[in-house]
């Protein structure tokens, strides 16, 4: 199954429920990402953010790849944390940008950026310089929003082992592309937080509950939202007090990005920058164990 299949198997699913009036059941342990080439991914380094974004992306064949003509986008930043940019907290805001111009490059018809941040949402969006930069387009179809309590929806999870059904915001699963843009930090339990525990940001609920086993929950809600494209933020990393850090000696600056298809395959190699291997990791070894993708390095295409 490809990517673009996978997207339109979860949107059918969901639609076809809300029609019905019932639950939304999402088994896509039965519908696979299949692929007959190693999962590739692409890791670049460099000072330009705006360079360094389009490299990264012309590794794995450019944006055209992922986005086509008249696609409605959700591009899915960190903005958990009310720090600035430098705090290495949330994503850097010149990487979303840069993402967000390649979607329209590629045609895109709608782009739209929202999180569910940990501290206030109107102080989070500001002071991690995303709601600037996106705003700054002028463009009616490029928005950052405040999630709407009431796009949320209860889905169940019929191969979760945590969770059996959880609330999610729509427009995350509806979008015809999902763009998750993770910032690589330490974090105080799930050892490193990266693009699978990014989508927690587009989930409701009592979100501590997730915590208690960490791998297995945020593979259930990664199975409810695919990630058709991960840019993993590594510009600069925090390596201690993650998730929300708050020092400047805690930063260290990496100046790289890395993208691929496969979130598990990006979370794996994004590991490495922390000197950690795949398996240290509890969201990439459950989310390998149960087919979101790779996490053994050497059955991956580096480009």
Not at 63 to 89: C, L, S, T, Y
Request: charged content about 25%.
């Amino acid at each position: 199954m490809t990517l673009f299949d996978r997207r339109q198997f979860i949107r059918s699913v969901f639609h076809s429920a809300l029609v019905l009036g019932s639950l939304p059941v999402l088994d896509l342990l039965s519908a696979p990402v299949s692929a007959a080439t190693l999962p590739s991914v692409s890791r670049r380094k460099g000072e330009d953010i705006s360079r360094l974004v389009n490299d990264t992306l012309e590794g794995l064949g450019g944006m055209g790849q992922f986005v086509k003509h008249g696609d409605k986008i959700v591009v899915k930043p960190n903005i958990g944390w009310d720090r600035p940019p430098e705090m290495g907290a949330n994503s850097h805001p010149d990487v979303v940008k840069a993402v967000i111009e390649h979607c329209l490059e590629a045609g895109a018809a709608e782009v739209r950026v929202f999180d569910n941040p940990c501290n206030d949402p109107r102080r989070c969006y500001v002071n991690s310089g995303i709601q600037a930069v996106v705003e700054d387009f002028g463009h009616r179809h490029v928005r950052i929003e405040h999630m709407d309590r009431r796009a949320y929806h209860e889905v169940a999870i019929r191969q979760g082992t945590e969770l059996q059904s959880w609330s999610f915001y729509r427009p995350a699963i509806e979008a015809d592309r999902f763009i998750n843009i993770p910032v690589a930090k330490d974090h105080s339990i799930a050892t490193l937080t990266l693009g699978m525990k990014n989508i927690m940001g587009v989930i409701g609920g009592n979100r501590g509950r997730l915590h208690r086993r960490i791998g297995d929950a945020v593979t259930d809600i990664n199975l409810v939202v695919h990630s058709d494209l991960t840019v993993v933020d590594a510009t600069r990393i925090l390596l201690r007090n993650g998730p929300q850090g708050g020092r400047l000696s805690d930063v260290e600056w990496r100046h790289t990005l890395i993208a691929s298809a496969d979130i598990v395959a990006a979370d794996s190699v994004a590991a490495t920058l922390f000197g950690y291997r795949p398996e240290d990791i509890p969201t990439v070894v459950a989310g390998a164990k149960r087919g979101l993708g790779v996490m053994d390095l050497d059955r991956m295409q580096l480009v």
